[in-house]
């Protein structure tokens, strides 16, 4: 029997290749080779019943055939049962295909039913000749439809998978069927079992059932699935806590002195965090932790705390963060924090001249910049550390996987300590599942004096209104954020959105004073514009989506956000997030388009009901799933076959229950569901 696709029947390299694409590289990958519908081909359709734009069985007698000529040559065949008549239409045929399409023969086909004129036809209909005075028995299942590609039919996939099934029959062993079977409970069937189910399901079985992913044999497959993305989160765990890193001291001096000059005190989920993390730093095991926090919780003092310590010990930290406003508010915090401990605090950016980048470069690689401060020009090869002792990643899910493994690799060990940290706040189940081989610390807590941001949804068409709230704030000496969106991700239109809007405010409101911040703007622009408004001399600033974080103005109590109906809850929270910070009372506008869908209703009352972050990831997951709430992409999540992290989420602690005992006492096993449901995509666990 095969032990290769080449070794399968009607396999050459040709079409080796093409099964490629579909990510089909051996004989059971075609068994994870899922149907995506079904089509019910188990009972014969009259011809004089057939609808147009059906699908539809029909068998029938054929009358004639006949080339004809229409503006191409095609093949007409018209066949007739005791109820009507129908014609086939092909557009590409073989000489050998007319000959059997000839008068006399039955022909049983399946398609789409259309209208052509006054005739009835289908076009490329799948069919089977049969010949005079033979029976051709119903098929007892429904017809599985799979993903394809381009030179492979369907028909030639059903008949490859078939041979796969024989093949393992006789050749396939799966020593993990019996823990997985032992803690699932009888009632679910056997792998093999659960797949000729989902490729040959019964005429009589629930479709709908199968089509939502609720059949208990589709149940087994998420649950390998799921457990298969659990072994790799447990191996990788594991091969961590085999790395050594360096152990530091905690004198605790410098962050003493920082916190004894700070104006406010830390909360309580802070302390409990920053003893979390120099707790991790102590060990000689790598620190892999990612830092939870809701905006404006004080994610960035906790960071510094472990930056400091690594100071302390004599090495050095690369502080990442996706945008250069960003990273340049993160470098005058850190500038002025760390003003009176004498440090050395470096900013490396792609907007900075040849001569301040050779310059920093060179400090960076003679050991001389303690905490150096960047957007992903940190990873360029150019950046050499003495000593990388902590990597700090601000923001984590803006960053694709390659650009993440190329900062950890800075550090000459490829050990150093890493701090994720997201003001997304992630979902428990997501968190089990996609981020479960990092260390979790959770900053639950806001500051003192924070009042939550009173949201309200405005229609476009009350723009007036709205421009009259921006008067009567900045009357009261407050500022106002107003932020304008596009769909598309082009920071080249969004621009232009923000241009217009700025002209439209500074002609309505010429009493005060109007700022316009985009992500085309020269950095040192940008850092002005941001100080003015800081500083108050900027009433309105007009932005871009480029102050969706960090960005710290405790005087802006007022924040529009245009074309909301468009744009993710998490987003939409983080851009609230910009005002609040004070301790006055603030408002976010939500100004939609109309008419509102639904799921965009349900996005934009969810967020009028709660400033709670956590709650709102878990509606955003549920609406938007985790693919567009974090950028699959972007992030390096492997995305599921079948299996759904918020519908699943119930068999989750069964999935680590049973990979615990998988790695325990047949974890050779384990190799073979990584393979089958990951395949390379374990590569990229390393981040």
């Known amino acids: 029997m095969p032990a290769s696709l080449l ?333 009176d401990l004498n440090l050395k605090v470096g900013l490396l950016t792609g907007s900075l001249n040849t001569k301040s980048r050779r310059t920093t470069l060179n400090l960076i690689r003679d050991g001389k910049i303690d905490i150096v401060l960047g957007t992903h020009a940190l990873i360029q090869d150019t950046v050499k550390f003495k000593n990388l002792c902590l990597i700090v990643i601000d923001e984590q899910h803006r960053f694709g996987v390659h650009q993440r493994m190329a900062l950890h690799d800075k550090d000459s060990h490829k050990h150093p300590h890493q701090l994720i940290m997201t003001a997304t706040p992630i979902p428990r189940s997501l968190a089990m599942t996609i981020y479960a081989d990092l260390d979790h610390s959770i900053i639950d807590e806001l500051p003192p004096g924070r009042k939550p941001v009173t949201t309200i949804a405005v229609s476009e068409s009350r723009r007036h209104e709205i421009v009259e709230s921006v008067k009567k704030t900045c009357t009261e000496k407050k500022q106002v954020y107003w932020i304008c969106t596009l769909i598309e991700e082009s920071d080249i239109f969004e621009r232009e959105a923000a241009e217009r809007v700025f002209q439209y405010l500074s002609e309505m409101l010429p009493m005060f004073k109007v700022g316009l911040l985009h992500g085309r703007m020269k950095s040192a622009q940008k850092e002005k514009t941001m100080r003015q408004f800081k500083n108050g001399e900027i009433n309105i600033l007009v932005a871009t989506t480029v102050i969706e974080v960090g960005v710290d103005v405790e005087n802006a109590s007022l924040i529009v956000i245009e074309n909301t109906e468009r744009l993710g809850m998490s987003q939409l929270h983080q851009l609230r997030g910009r005002v609040g910070r004070g301790s006055s009372l603030s408002t976010c506008i939500l100004v939609y388009k109309s008419p509102l869908s639904d799921i965009a209703k349900q996005r934009i009352n969810a967020l009028r009901e709660t400033n709670n972050g956590f709650d709102i990831a878990q509606v955003d997951l549920t609406l938007r799933g985790p693919g567009e709430m974090f950028g699959t992409r972007q992030t390096g999540v492997v995305p599921l076959r079948i299996a759904d992290i918020v519908r699943d989420q119930k068999l989750l602690p069964k999935v680590q229950k049973t990979a615990g005992e998988i790695l325990g006492s047949n974890p050779e096993s384990a190799d073979i569901l990584l393979e089958r449901w990951l395949g390379k995509s374990f590569n990229l666990g390393k981040v």
């Open 7 to 339: 070794d399968l029947q009607g396999v050459g390299p040709k079409i080796a290749e093409k099964l490629s694409r579909l990510s089909i590289l051996s004989v059971e990958h075609l068994l994870f080779h899922l149907p995506i519908r079904y089509q019910d081909r188990t009972q014969l359709t009259p011809i004089g019943a057939l609808k147009p734009d059906a699908y539809a069985l029909v068998e029938g007698e054929i009358l004639y055939s006949e080339i004809a000529f229409q503006g191409r040559r095609v093949l007409i065949v018209r066949i007739n049962d005791d109820t009507g008549s129908l014609n086939l239409r092909f557009f590409y045929f073989n000489s050998q295909q007319k000959e059997k399409l000839s008068k006399g023969w039955r022909v049983r086909c399946f398609g789409t039913v259309r209208a052509a004129g006054s005739i009835l036809e289908m076009i490329h209909p799948e069919y089977n000749l049969i010949e005079k005075d033979h029976f051709l028995p119903m098929p007892d299942s429904l017809t599985p439809i799979y993903p394809t590609t381009t030179g492979l039919h369907q028909i030639r996939i059903r008949k490859l998978i078939k041979q796969a099934f024989l093949w393992a029959e006789d050749n396939w062993q799966d020593s993990s069927s019996e823990i997985i079977e032992s803690i699932l409970g009888k009632d679910y069937p056997s792998l093999l079992d659960a797949l000729n189910i989902v490729h040959n399901p019964a005429a009589d079985l629930d479709v709908s059932a199968l089509m939502s992913n609720q059949h208990i044999a589709q149940q087994r497959l998420i649950f390998e699935e799921l457990l298969a993305h659990q072994l790799s989160i447990n191996l990788l765990r594991s091969k961590n806590r085999q790395h050594k890193s360096k152990s530091l001291k905690n004198d605790g001096k410098l962050f003493d002195k920082l916190i004894s000059d700070l104006p406010f005190s830390l909360t309580s989920a802070q302390k409990r965090t920053i003893d979390e993390i120099i707790s991790d730093m102590k060990s000689n095991t790598p620190m892999n932790r990612l830092l939870q926090g809701d905006v404006g919780c004080g994610k960035t003092l906790v960071a510094l705390a472990a930056c400091l310590m690594v100071v302390e010990n004599g090495f050095q930290v690369a502080f990442m963060a996706p945008t250069e406003i960003l990273v340049e508010q993160h470098y005058r915090n850190f500038s002025q924090w760390l003003e």
